[in-house]
């Protein structure tokens, strides 16, 4: 392995916002289970809701 070039780790890679990924699949599992989603998501699909024209 010596013959291979050392890694470079370019300069604008950001690492994944994990907090969001977890999120993410917290909902996912909720939502296959049948879970309860909780307030804040009952009153944002409220919300957006009311902003769709009929």
Do not use: C, F, K, N
């Amino acid at each position: 392995m010596r013959h291979l070039p050392h890694p470079v780790q370019p300069m604008d890679e950001r690492r994944p916002d994990w907090a969001a990924l977890g999120h993410t699949i917290d909902y996912h599992l909720r939502l296959s289970l049948g879970g309860d989603l909780g307030a804040a998501v009952d009153h944002g699909i409220r919300l957006i809701g009311s902003l769709v024209p009929l």
